[in-house]
């Protein structure tokens, strides 16, 4: 079965700095684009990156370029978000998502709650 | 940037009932890359509809989904107890990754 197990989430202060972490199972990770996907508290669904199967390429949603990186290690079967410059407003659940080709997601994590305030 | 209006924001009904939601999309979106999720309190969504009308792996087939272009349509024929829920339209036709601000499902 394939499982996704997010983890890094926390309270950090605005300014501050976190690294998400997804470790992946179930599936050859290393043959399928990954994607973060958000929900602020009571919100709806938010696309925040994605990440090649061989990690050659990246996308930002234009809310976090520049302040957050996508990766990961097909050695681990592990998917990564470092969040920098972190802001109120990215307060959310993460979630790592699987993609398909198309780029739908069919397999999602259970999430990890990330909340920004002094 | 296209952007996904779904409707109604609340759907009230009784099980046995059809439910009826609506994905309409600000712009034509590309192949009907439109794709339906159920989100449970508590729970991650889950994939139920992809290509606008392609069922997901393991979803009973009273979830159906039609449209093309703008208009995209999730039916539900007969809702159980478990059908109660939000879910959200999702175009993947094009960057960036639009979601629509989701339709709850209640129990009236």
């Known amino acids: 079965d394939v499982q996704l197990l997010e983890s890094g989430g926390g309270l950090v202060q605005p300014g501050g700095s976190l690294r998400l972490s997804c470790a992946a199972s179930g599936f050859t990770f290393s043959s399928y684009p990954m994607s973060w996907v958000r929900q602020a508290p009571g919100k709806g669904l938010e696309w925040v990156s994605a990440i090649t199967s061989s990690g050659g390429s990246t996308y930002y949603a234009d809310s976090v370029k520049g302040r957050f990186t996508i990766s990961r290690d097909n050695s681990k079967n592990t998917l990564s978000l470092q969040m920098d410059s972190l802001r109120a407003e990215d307060t959310a659940i993460y979630y790592c998502?699987?993609?398909?080709?198309?780029?739908?997601?069919?397999?999602w994590g259970q999430g990890t709650l990330v909340t920004v305030s002094s | 940037e296209i952007v996904l209006t779904q409707s109604p924001g609340t759907l009230s009904l009784s099980p046995g009932e059809r439910a009826t939601l609506s994905c309409r999309a600000s712009?034509?979106?590309?192949?009907?890359?439109l794709a339906w999720y159920q989100q449970k309190p508590g729970q991650a969504p889950r994939l139920l509809i992809y290509g606008a009308s392609s069922r997901a792996t393991g979803i009973p087939d009273r979830f159906s989904g039609s449209g093309s272009g703008t208009d995209f349509t999730l039916t539900i024929s007969r809702l159980e107890p478990e059908d109660f829920a939000v879910y959200y339209c999702h175009q993947y036709g094009s960057a960036p990754h639009a979601f629509g601000q989701g339709t709850k499902v209640e129990v009236k």
């Open positions: 998502a699987k993609e398909k080709q198309p780029p739908y997601f069919d397999y």
């Open positions: 712009q034509s979106v590309s192949n009907n890359y």
